[in-house]
Every structure is written in structure tokens, then in C-alpha cells.
């Protein structure tokens, strides 16, 4: 299994423009997250999605979109990047029974200029 | 959601046991301790959880005080490649409210010297 994929690495968007980080996962997790991580904070909970079709509003959701139209795939959207939203990104993935744990991708880092 | 506090560093000399504490004294019946790790740079890495018993896996021991408002997660042989950011976390049962959500605090930074 390749586990909980993300991409880009990196990105560097102009303050206005939109894109897509891309979050996959092949362990047929039903729960998928998105978290940022700022310089010496932990992590802070964007968006999250129990199922195919269904997604809520974690922590921080502003200036974020996200839809769940399969299961593997769970795309974070900036529709208008600001500076705000330079950071780290995570994605990851949990089971729906055992212990619980989630898996996570190894980050996207993006830059707004 | 119950929130933890944790020392924001500690050193550990390599090869011995790396004991972190987490006080967590708001803690509800119905909610777990899960420890997570983040090496530099990486995303955070499922460690260890337990609700009251005290746990252990090939990674660590997780020791829960009987009145559960503290923990402490052991690394029983500390290496160099443990030093890492470790968060202590408290989260409900899996069917309850705000179970999706896992809240990170700033966690406990340690260094393990050669």
C-alpha cells in the first residue's frame, strides 16, 4: 500500500490565485482530514469527511473547500490564496474501527506570496 | 474536548528510557489518550492510545495515573531517530461528539543525545 499520498511537495501561488492540493489514500479509510501546521504550532483541523458525499467544517475552514466524491480522493481547494494560508498541509486518513489511528500524508508546503 | 498540557522539551540520552509526561486533568470517562509523533519535516505518526488500563506496543508504554488525569508515554530504549515532536492527545470514543476531531496541541519537543 502506498498509504496516504499528497501533491505537490511544494507550491508557491501569488496572493489571488486558486489550486488544488491532491490527497489520496488506498487503505479504503472512510474518514479523511486536512490539517495546516504553522511554523512551531501544531496542527489545526481545516476539514474533514466521514464518507463519500459527506464533509464538515473542522477548526479553521476559511478560504477552504472540499468535496469527497470517492473514497481515495479528498482535494483541498484555495479558491483565493492570501498570505494567510502560507503553511504546511496534511492530509490523513483513520479506519472506522481498532484504535483509531490516523495516517498521514508527508505535507504538502505552500508559500503565498 | 479535554486538553492536555506538556512540557515543551526535554533531552534524553540515547539508550536510555525517554519517559514524557502529559497532564490531561479535565479528562472525561468516555475519552482516550492518543500519543502521536512528528519527525522534522514529516506528517505525525500514530504512537499509542489507552483509556484506563496502562498499553503497550513495539513502540512504547503508555502509563494512565488510576485517576486519569495524567499519563506518561516510555520509550523504553531511546535512539536517536525518536527525536521528534511528541503531542499527548484526548479524544472521546469513536461514537461520540467531536470524535473526528483530533486537536494538536504544541506537544513535547525531544532530543535525544548521542
Known amino acids: 500500500n502506498a498509504g496516504v499520498t499528497q501533491t505537490p511537495k511544494f507550491q508557491v501561488l501569488k496572493t489571488g490565485q486558486s489550486m488544488t492540493l491532491q490527497c489520496a489514500q488506498d487503505?479504503?479509510?472512510?474518514?479523511m482530514s486536512w490539517y495546516r501546521q504553522d511554523p512551531g504550532m501544531g496542527l489545526r483541523l481545516i476539514h474533514y469527511s466521514v464518507g463519500a458525499g459527506i464533509t464538515d467544517q473542522g477548526e479553521v475552514p476559511n478560504g477552504y473547500n472540499v468535496s469527497r466524491s470517492t473514497t481515495e480522493d479528498f482535494p483541498l481547494r484555495l479558491l483565493s490564496a492570501a498570505p494567510s494560508q502560507t503553511s504546511v498541509y496534511f492530509c490523513?486518513?483513520?479506519?472506522?474501527?481498532?484504535?483509531?489511528?490516523?495516517?498521514f500524508g508527508p505535507g504538502t508546503r505552500l508559500t503565498v506570496t | 474536548d479535554a486538553k492536555t498540557t506538556q512540557p515543551t522539551s526535554m533531552d534524553c540520552a540515547e539508550g536510555r528510557a525517554a519517559n514524557l509526561p502529559c497532564n490531561h486533568s479535565t479528562i472525561s470517562g468516555n475519552e482516550y489518550v492518543y500519543w502521536y509523533r512528528q519527525i522534522h519535516s514529516q506528517g505525525p505518526q500514530y504512537i499509542i492510545h489507552g483509556l484506563k488500563n496502562n498499553e503497550t506496543n513495539e513502540m512504547a508504554s503508555l502509563i494512565i495515573t488510576e485517576d486519569r488525569k495524567s499519563s506518561t508515554l516510555i520509550l523504553p530504549h531511546a535512539t536517536l531517530r525518536d527525536t521528534a515532536v511528541y503531542y499527548c492527545?484526548?479524544?472521546?470514543?469513536?461514537?461520540?461528539?467531536?470524535?473526528?476531531?483530533?486537536?494538536f496541541g504544541t506537544g513535547t519537543r525531544l532530543t535525544v543525545i548521542p
Open positions: 490523513a486518513s483513520r479506519t472506522t474501527s481498532g484504535a483509531y489511528e490516523q495516517y
Open positions: 487503505m479504503n479509510h472512510e474518514y
Open positions: 492527545i484526548v479524544r472521546p470514543a469513536p461514537d461520540q461528539t467531536g470524535a473526528n476531531n483530533l486537536f
